[in-house]
């Protein structure tokens, strides 16, 4: 099979013929119709956070339809539509679906470490893991639930947003643009900042309530803003911290969706006075992903796919993420 593997650190993917995979007794090997890229993937080609054993299929993003089974998977069967649930921790097996992705001994993470991903046309994966894709939700907006859109909604859960709340958001790209339908379908407003204006242009046509600032994050707020309930930051380093702090009012939450090599100060004394949480959240968990499913499989949100590339041109996606090029979300079409 044709895949795209991760050879070394910091060096372009490898276009390889790899065997194809045969499942376990508990696994199901899928035929990938699509992959998301996202900036998992480019810390992982840099050997950032997450360094797996080399070579290695990356890919934690995609959907496919099984092929074959294992001899001891009843859940499924060949021809299904099917996503994973990437977090791989044996909390999943004791029934505690609510933080599956937060187990200390999780056994790994699907196309990030000890399994292998969708860069490619085929890949195993536990049965276990597997979750049913309904056949209204295609293939490439299927892919991106399964962490863009999940991590959004797990975001948007932990920062309890209520009806009639403000909620700023810094940096809108693939995981903001379904964080801001989920912010309106919780009946919040949304102030979405972004140094980009065609990407605060196309924040306006995914939900309603949303109002746009183009702002660097080294530069004070717009001096129209106001102040947040709530600040969901998806960049997360010391400028946009330094930015968010800025909108966010007494009472107010902050959440760290995304992260950078940052360290950032926090003063206990302006945390006392405020009242202000800062959170961070990670991921979600299986019961996220059951949600998300759902919103997506009755036309609650709509897709935050924008750019797509064939498997061979895997390369030029990954520099197109890393420099700011591409709108939402992208996929691969092995």
Known sequence: MKAAALTQFGKPLSIIDAPTPHPGDDEVLIRVRACGIDGTDLKLCKGSGYAPKLPFIMGHEFTGEVVKLGPNVNDFAVGDRVLPYIFVSPLARAGQKHRDQMDPDLMGVIGIDGFSGGYAE??????????????????????????????????????????????????????????????????????????????????????????????????????????????????????????????????????????????????????????????GTRGGSRDDLAAVIELAANERIVSAVTDRYALDDVNDALQSLSQGQILGRCVLRP
């Not at 863009?148 to 909604?153: I, N, S």
């Not at 964080?179 to 065609?198: K, Y």
Request: contains cysteine.
């Open 122 to 279: 085929y890949v195993c994966v536990p049965a276990a893991q597997l979750v049913h894709l309904p056949r209204s939700v295609s293939w490439e907006d299927g892919a991106v639930l399964c962490d863009g859109a999940l991590t959004a909604y797990h975001a948007v859960d932990r920062a309890q947003i209520l009806p009639g709340q403000r909620v700023a958001m810094i940096g809108v790209g693939g995981v903001a643009a379904y964080a801001l339908q989920f912010v309106a379908l919780a009946g919040a407003e949304t102030l979405a900042l972004d140094r980009v204006q065609a990407k605060l242009d196309w924040a306006q046509t995914l939900a309603s309530g949303v109002r746009t600032s183009v702002v660097d994050a080294d530069t004070s707020p717009p001096s129209d803003a106001g102040l947040a309930d709530c600040v969901l930051d998806f960049v997360g380093n010391a400028a946009t911290f330094a930015l968010g702090r800025q909108l966010l009012d007494r009472n107010g939450r902050y959440v760290f969706v995304g992260y950078g090599e940052d360290s950032i100060t926090v003063s206990p004394k302006d945390m006392s006075r405020s009242q202000m949480t800062i959170l």
